[in-house]
């Protein structure tokens, strides 16, 4: 009886924003999973089951707390070859090895979770894991362009001849062997995309782009139905998508029995390396994801990843009963239900549960929608995948890291997936060695214990590594780290090690980040010189630069003209940022530009963050300030257009009224402490404040956050916010 008061009182409690989450996260795997499915070569509906599935099984059985699941990017590639390779050109017969191959996958995956084998994702260096990520964007990029681009017709060959072949799909719209309708929707759709970041309408931005574009599909739908104009697919049903009109008596199932009466089928080399390829992708990907969800998770909780891993697999092997792909755990749309206040994994239960209500109701509006318009969103995606900007990091990370991204990408287009994360690996180890001073070192390091971990008298933490820090044997210092409270302090000392390799400081750089977000921090020493990667490019030191740009010398005049210091350097350690709820669900990338004056305790600097992962992942460059308070106030935010509103589900902060009513008319108070924060809202404060309305206000106790724009400012502006900062501060000290 208890569980079931507990239960209730939870849903109550939790109901409201992981609803609205689930919501948003629908609309984007909605399109996302008829996409994925029908890039696999399987019917479109097969992408929408799996995110049924998955989001009612992992939500009850998982061990992570706001990540979302579904069909995957990573594993368009291995279906699409394992459907050829196992059908030996009967499609029908690939299809149902292909559903047996999943089954078993999910078993496998089952097994993982059971014997703990979560750390997996720590054996995989990061050029390897990137160049594969590329690889696959490339392959989903190169086979989709030809279906935006309306032809229809299957292209043979490996991804880089199928890319090769783009120009023929082109001229097959000039004679007519294409729909250059299929192509319009196509391009649209792919604008919309791209360019989707830059909508400045916060209604129309709040629609995800995915959804959008579905959107625009129906609706050129419904325009050919409503009009008159007969439709250009009106004889060419093969341009649109095809989705039993009646999902409960239409859809059918696979027919397993066929294959379990022939055991040998399962036997080839085929069919067990279709089977490991599945488990495997499937497994990083959603390992990575589940790393990454946890950072972005503003409790700071850690997920049981076993746990995950056999909700996962047993979800797969439900999946590939009902003909859907392997379930995993993906980060764009786990990041669009953290943005949207997602709590609990309730989020994913109800995108899961809406997703129910879309096939059984819009059916004949999914019916609508071409082929072209969700080949863009996957353009798009492969795109994000493989993005230039990847490259150019590689290279400059050291010629090593740019061999092994390259050969990993190369091996993988060419060869498969599988051969190109274990060439990639091999590619690392031999570079480790030629990069090693002593060998024998490295071999003992990763066979032997290299770590040493204890609580020193003031409550921190202190571990030593030594010898040799790679991935291999980074699961090592990941097993101690784990253990620790992240809102300790940790030192990490590695000056009795010879050499410690980019994966791990990467790693680590996503413990400190962790950590720092939850108000504690790593210190790390002895790294200087360890990592012997073999550079092209010195590397950028962020020091001050040389020559200040026309906005620096700006700036700098302003600060000049104020009394105010300026510091035009590049810092990376966000000055407490993530104390504060705008910055819970976002990821700073850096601090610069800031001018300020210590003894005010006020600095106004340029931050850049990023909001979102992958197709959903948007970058914002604005001007914040921050005033240090003198005294502790509570924890407020005050917003007249809800910019700070859909963060507050994780805030604890709730509506509060003060005395003015024409005050709170136009604004929308939030915080913690009702009584304490009328007494701080007095008369004088309320008309300050009414009387410079375009600023937004956050409190966390100890600083005031001040933003104007979600942009950055002009100095003209940058003084302005500086005097209101001023005078607020003097305002709040008395």
């Not at 260096?125 to 229809?152: E, R």
């Not at 022939?262 to 085929?270: E, I, Q, R, V």
């Amino acid at each position: 009886m208890n569980k079931v008061k507990k239960g209730i009182t939870f849903l109550k409690n939790n109901f409201a924003q992981n609803f609205f989450s689930g919501f948003v996260v629908s609309l984007v795997a909605l399109p996302l999973g008829l996409g994925l499915a029908t890039a696999s070569g399987l019917d479109p509906i097969a992408g929408v089951i799996t995110a049924i599935i998955g989001g009612i099984t992992v939500s009850i059985f998982g061990g992570s707390y706001l990540t979302i699941t579904g069909p995957g990017n990573s594993l368009v590639p291995v279906v699409l070859a394992a459907i050829a390779t196992l059908g030996a050109g009967n499609e029908l017969l690939g299809k149902t090895l292909l559903f047996d191959a999943i089954i078993l996958s999910g078993v496998l995956i089952f097994l993982f979770g059971v014997f703990r084998l979560g750390r997996l994702s720590s054996f995989f260096p990061t050029a390897a894991i990137q160049g594969l990520l590329a690889a696959i964007g490339i392959i989903i990029l190169g086979k989709q362009l030809h279906v935006m681009l309306g032809n229809m017709e299957k292209i043979e060959g490996n991804t880089l001849e199928i890319i090769a072949q783009v120009p023929q799909s082109i001229m097959k719209i000039e004679l007519g062997e294409a729909s250059f309708y299929a192509m319009v929707i196509g391009c649209v759709s792919l604008l919309i995309m791209f360019f989707h970041g830059k909508i400045k309408n916060r209604y129309l931005h709040s629609i995800p782009a995915p959804m959008m574009v579905l959107v625009l599909a129906i609706m050129i739908g419904y325009f050919f139905k409503y009009s008159g104009i007969i439709s250009p697919f009106e004889n060419d049903s093969h341009y649109l998508i095809q989705v039993p009109n009646d999902v409960i008596t239409e859809y059918k199932l696979p027919n397993l029995q066929a294959t379990f009466k022939n055991p040998a089928l399962f036997l080839s080399w085929d069919f067990v390396s279709v089977v490991l390829s599945l488990t495997l992708i499937a497994s990083i990907e959603s390992l990575l994801s589940i790393s990454a969800v946890e950072k972005l998770d503003p409790m700071r909780r850690k997920s049981n990843v076993n746990r995950d891993l056999k909700a996962l697999g047993g979800a797969t092997a439900l999946s590939g009963l009902v003909g859907g792909l392997n379930v995993v755990t993906v980060i764009a749309r786990s990041s669009i239900a953290v943005q949207n206040g997602a709590t609990t994994r309730l989020a994913n239960f109800f995108h899961a549960s809406i997703l129910i209500v879309f096939l059984l109701f819009f059916t004949p509006q999914l019916n609508m929608v071409a082929m072209s318009s969700l080949a863009a969103i996957l353009v798009y995606t492969g795109y994000k995948l493989a993005l230039p900007n990847i490259f150019i990091e590689k290279l400059k990370s050291g010629l090593d890291q740019f061999v092994i991204f390259i050969i990993t990408i190369m091996v993988t287009l060419t060869i498969g997936l599988i051969q190109g994360i274990v060439v990639g690996m091999i590619t690392t180890i031999l570079f480790h060695l030629f990069l090693s001073k002593n060998r024998y070192l490295m071999l003992h390091s990763l066979f032997n214990p290299n770590t040493l971990m204890y609580q020193e008298e003031d409550g921190k933490y202190y571990i030593s590594v030594k010898g040799f820090s790679n991935f291999l044997n980074f699961y090592k210092l990941k097993n101690k780290l784990d253990l620790i409270p992240v809102d300790s302090h940790v030192i990490l000392d590695f000056s009795l090690t010879n050499f410690v390799d980019l994966t791990v400081r990467e790693q680590l750089n996503q413990y400190a980040e962790i950590f720092l977000r939850a108000g504690g921090n790593i210190e790390m020493i002895g790294l200087q010189g360890k990592s012997k990667n073999i550079q092209l490019f010195k590397e950028k030191e962020l020091e001050e630069q040389k020559e200040l740009s026309k906005k620096q010398l700006a700036i700098q005049d302003l600060a000049q003209k104020i009394n105010y210091q300026f510091v035009p350097k590049v810092f990376q350690n966000f000055y407490g940022l993530y104390n504060f709820i705008f910055f819970y669900s976002k990821e700073i990338k850096l601090v610069k530009n800031i001018i300020r004056e210590k003894e005010k305790g006020i600095s106004c600097f340029e931050t850049h963050y990023s909001e979102g992962e992958l197709i959903l992942k948007e970058n914002s460059q604005v001007t914040f300030l921050t005033i240090d308070l003198e005294k502790e106030i509570p924890s407020f935010t005050l917003d007249k257009d809800l910019l700070f509103d859909r963060l507050h589900q994780f805030s604890g902060l709730y509506d509060i009224k003060v005395g003015n009513e024409i005050f709170n008319k136009n604004f929308l108070l939030k915080g913690k402490g009702r009584m304490r924060i009328i007494e701080l809202f007095d008369n004088r404060l309320t008309e300050f404040l009414m009387k410079n309305s375009e600023y937004h206000l956050e409190s966390n106790g100890k600083q005031l956050l001040v933003l104007k724009h979600e942009r950055l400012l002009s100095p003209s502006q940058i003084e302005k916010m500086i005097v209101f900062a001023e005078e607020l501060k003097s305002i709040i000290s008395k």
